[in-house]
């Protein structure tokens, strides 16, 4: 059978036989029930039109954004996909499911977290998984994180295996393993691409899903802009090379502690990159080569948001809209030169500022026709209880210290109170205060120095956490001894550390730690 059409079957029985789910949801099957889509995009920077990025086509996000709250200063956990992913969709940071690579799975190293899907499932919600959601492998069980999260088996598209093949066409003519990979669809294998792919069958889904009694939580994970970038390649002509500049601060900063550089290994690795015979590690690449990377990173948005832009329509077509909570968001940012990095893997604003947006039908569709926008920092530990709180449901618990051993909790807090727009014009207590709002971020190192595993460290090899402190005011980030055995951080042990000033330096290029003696001047920053 076509893994196309397996979810599918799995659908059609569910809904076919399941009237002990209908019964169970049966507090939930009202007009009043609120279906839940959630948009998780892999690597996605603030490179949106709707975030101010001029340069930038991306018209079907911006329009979701119109009507949408969108928050200005949202903020990853961790800098790379699977520890990321798994702190969002359990709510709980790294340091408590464990992951900081991509090598276990949490339930087995942590403690059996329920995840945002399952909570879903548990009351009475269909859920579905279509791409990449959770990271696949061990850190998902080899199974995304089934049964417990989904309703139907994940879906993953089958030319998702071509990926990291050969099946760029070089100028040479033939085919490489490449970095910058636009491609003719008629030259590829399947004729098809994973993103366009997932767009089908999440397609499919809504449609089965718009004749069902019961509600459902639907999760579409694209895999664009990751690399390498492989999009079609007519998206690449919206972005000619004479108009892309180079990163505003391309240079690594004479004040970064090397702990804090990482040396972006995996893009090192693609034979294109490689023809280029960069040193290691912190060998710059040439301008017009970065000119193309930057090119190929916004040409593979613009192609991701065809494919926002074909699901939201579904939806509207469907007539769905106005019963589904949209949630779309990424799972950490990507450096295009900036402080002389890219990819991921690191504490920089750059690697850790993610869109955040929420459509909530009752409540953003009384925005003002160019929405709201929230500039209270928040982090995506706060999405399950965001996404709980709006669909109605009973809002897990605060977490408490430790919790491993506690099923069902939350570290982040819900971030409700930011849709009721009247309460907050009448009751201005009820907003936060900007300069009280702190988001966290961590980043493991396997030495002081750049070496080749600095990027993705194993847990074993882990020898150095960079804590990371963000308010509105600075980044705070202090680099200390780590134990990867008994999971704990040694905050006597300084290894580095990083101070920036948002105000006056908000590229993040001049660290003064070293000038302030750190500590004592941020002790004089808190209230």
């Given amino acids: ?68 709250l969108l928050f200005q200063n949202a903020f990853a956990q961790q800098a790379v996909c699977a520890p990321s992913r798994v702190s969002f969709l359990t709510g709980r940071r790294p340091d408590t499911t464990r992951l900081y690579d991509f090598n276990s799975y949490w339930r087995v190293q942590a403690g059996n977290f329920s995840t945002i899907p399952q909570y879903f499932k548990e009351n009475g919600y269909v859920t579905m998984s279509v791409g990449k959601v959770f990271h696949p492998g061990i850190s998902s069980n080899h199974s995304d994180d089934s049964p417990y999260s989904w ?33 003719d669809m008629a030259d590829i294998p399947e004729g098809t691409l994973p993103d366009k792919q997932s767009t089908e069958q999440a397609i499919q889904l809504l449609e089965k899903m718009k004749t069902s009694a019961s509600p459902f939580f639907l999760a579409v994970g694209y895999h664009k802009p990751h690399i390498p970038f492989r999009y079609p390649k007519e998206f690449q ?23 804090a550089y990482n040396p972006w290994m995996d893009i090192r690795l ?27 990173y916004f040409a593979s948005v613009s192609y991701l948001d065809t494919q926002v832009g074909h699901l939201l329509s579904a939806l509207d077509d469907f007539h769905l809209a106005n019963s589904t ?53 928040v982090e995506l530990v706060s999405l399950f209880p965001t996404l709980t709180d709006l669909a109605g449901l009973h809002v897990p618990p605060r977490c408490p210290i430790p919790s491993f051993h506690v099923e069902l909790c939350r570290e982040g807090q819900s971030l409700l109170k930011h849709f009721r727009f009247n309460d907050l014009e009448k ?74 000033f948002v105000d006056s330096d908000p590229l993040q290029d001049h660290n003064m730690y070293n000038d302030s003696q750190g500590g004592d001047l941020l002790q004089s920053l808190i209230p």
């Fill in 151 to 183: 309703s139907v088996p994940p879906y993953h598209p089958s030319s998702e295996k071509y990926e990291n093949t050969k099946t760029c066409r070089g100028p040479d003519g033939e085919l490489h393993a490449n970095l910058i990979c636009p491609v």
């Fill in 1 to 68: 059978m076509p893994l196309l059409d397996r979810g599918l079957l799995w659908l059609s029985l569910l809904l076919g036989s399941c009237v002990s789910l209908g019964s169970a949801a049966q507090g939930n099957n009202t007009k009043d029930t609120l279906n839940v889509l959630l948009i998780i995009v892999d690597d996605l920077r603030l490179s949106l039109g709707c975030y101010g990025d001029k340069l930038i086509k991306s018209p079907n996000i911006d329009q979701l954004a119109s009507h949408s």
């Fill in 270 to 296: 693609r034979e294109d990159v490689q023809a280029l015979n960069l040193s290691v590690p912190y060998g710059p690449i040439p301008v017009d080569f970065q000119r193309k990377i930057r090119q190929s």
């Fill in 237 to 259: 002509k919206l972005y000619p090379l004479e108009n892309i500049t180079l990163a505003p601060d391309p240079q690594v900063p004479a004040g970064l502690p090397p702990v």
């Fill in 427 to 500: 009751d201005l207590t009820l907003r936060d205060n900007p300069h009280e709002s702190i988001a966290y971020s961590q980043y493991p190192r396997p030495a002081d120095y750049p070496q080749w595993n600095s990027d993705k460290p194993s847990l074993k090899d882990i020898k150095v956490m960079g804590y990371s402190i963000r308010t509105i005011d600075y980044r705070y980030t202090v680099w200390v001894g780590f134990n990867p055995h008994d999971f704990l951080a040694n905050f006597s042990d300084v290894h580095a550390g990083e101070l920036y």
């Fill in 325 to 377: 909570i949209v949630a779309f968001t990424s799972d950490h940012g990507w450096s295009l030169g900036e402080h002389g990095q890219w990819a991921k893997y690191s504490n920089f604003d750059v690697a850790t500022h993610v869109p955040l947006m929420f459509y909530a039908p009752g409540r953003t569709a009384l925005l003002p026709e160019a929405g709201q926008q929230a500039v209270d920092l």
